[in-house]
């Protein structure tokens, strides 16, 4: 019985003991995942760009010129119970206003080619091809404006008709689109807004939904401001107001 005793002791000194293992890294690892070698002959997908965010058109505030001719019309009633729009040609924007004065839209425009505040004598009478660079300007003034037809028996809202100056929408036609004239609405500055015969196109979007539906019954009235008369010059009533601020 010794003997046997003996004889199990030796083989415990021959069996190592069992190695003690962390209970987490009882689990075999996952292998790591084969990175996949493009086939011979083909490349790999180049990977997407990303997208460049275009600048967003800053929102047009009214100029200090076009508060003091809102402020006169509202306060004189010089639109008589219509609704009224601003024109400011130094910052190529549009302010529409109901007929109680309050602001319903602020647009970009674009308006005629060379800065000046008068109309050449006659130019209603020209053909767009008579036209020349000096006589593509948009006339200041205060205005009725109300619809009528145009060239092509084209309904267009007519600021000045004498003079051949409409508001309209951007046109479509190829012309158009060879002069960039959506893109020049859209951009960020009034830099490149000078582009028409002297008419004053808007978006499309604004003239259908609220300016038409404001205008075609009665028309309205229509302010554009001076390049570079002294707007007292082009509205004379603002020489009542000033005087009167003066002596307040």
């Keep these: 019985m010794i003997q046997g005793l003996l004889a199990l002791a030796g083989l415990a000194l021959l069996v190592p003991p069992a190695a003690v293992v962390p209970l987490q890294d009882a689990k075999p690892k996952a292998a790591a995942p084969k990175k ?79 800065p000046g505040d008068d109309a050449t004598p006659g130019i209603g009478a020209k053909q767009l091809s008579e036209i020349g660079p000096a006589e593509k300007t948009t006339p200041a003034g205060r205005f009725l404006a109300k619809f009528g037809l145009a060239v092509g028996k084209e309904r267009v809202l007519w600021v000045d008709y004498y003079t051949s100056v409409a508001l309209h929408p951007v046109p479509e036609g190829a012309a158009a689109r060879k002069e960039k004239r959506r893109e020049r609405l859209a951009s960020p500055t009034p830099d490149d807004n000078r582009i028409t015969f002297g008419c004053i196109n808007v978006p499309s979007a604004f003239y259908a939904k609220l300016l038409s539906p404001m205008y075609r019954k009665k028309g309205g009235y229509v302010y554009v401001l001076p390049d570079s008369k002294p707007i007292e010059d082009v509205f004379p009533a603002l020489h009542v107001q000033t005087a009167a601020r003066s002596a307040s």
């Design 36 to 114: 996949a070698v493009p086939k011979k002959g083909k490349h790999a997908p180049p990977k997407p760009k990303a997208a460049v965010a275009k600048p967003d058109a800053p929102r047009l505030q009214p100029s200090a010129a076009t508060l003091r001719v809102h402020d006169w019309v509202s306060s004189a009633g010089d639109n008589h119970g219509l609704p009224y729009l601003i024109v400011d040609k130094p910052n190529a924007a549009l302010f529409l206003f109901d007929a109680h004065g309050k602001q319903l839209a602020a647009v970009p425009v674009l308006i005629g080619i060379a």
